[in-house]
């Protein structure tokens, strides 16, 4: 069984600093891909960043691009969203997700449809 835990949101002001924690159980060597997703009230969930398990490669939303960086602990399962200069805008629930499936493509790598296990979420707020 896969388990995906969140941690590290907070309350903040604009400018600050977050590193959000996802962390991973299961057979973390067998993932495709992890991502990050984030759902502000009243709007759908969207996609943040991505990372391809066995090669590393990310991949970020232009509106985070530069500031969010993603990155991954193997010996403690865990990987990481730092979070800087955040923006009222970054406000939202975010959320971890695994890929056990299949490889995904840079399309389908941004979509959360595809993804398998979910954490439960925790919560940025940023204020200005």
């Known amino acids: 069984q896969v388990q995906v835990v969140e941690t590290g949101g907070g309350s903040v002001q604009t400018g600050a600093s977050l590193r959000l924690s996802c962390a991973l159980s299961g057979r973390t060597y067998t993932m495709f891909a992890v991502g990050w997703f984030r759902q502000a009230p009243g709007k759908e969930r969207e996609f943040v960043a991505a990372?391809?398990?066995?090669?590393?490669?990310?991949f970020y939303a232009d509106s985070v691009k530069g500031r969010f960086t993603f990155s991954r602990d193997d010996a403690k399962k865990t990987v990481y969203l730092q979070m800087n200069n955040l923006k009222p805008e970054d406000t939202a629930v975010y959320y971890c997700?695994?890929?056990?499936?299949?490889?995904?493509?840079?399309?389908?790598?941004?979509?959360?449809?595809?993804?398998?296990?979910w954490g439960q979420g925790t919560q940025v707020t940023v204020s200005s």
């Open positions: 990372m391809r398990w066995q090669v590393g490669s990310t």
């Open positions: 997700a695994a890929d056990y499936r299949r490889a995904l493509n840079e399309g389908d790598i941004r979509s959360s449809g595809v993804y398998d296990f």
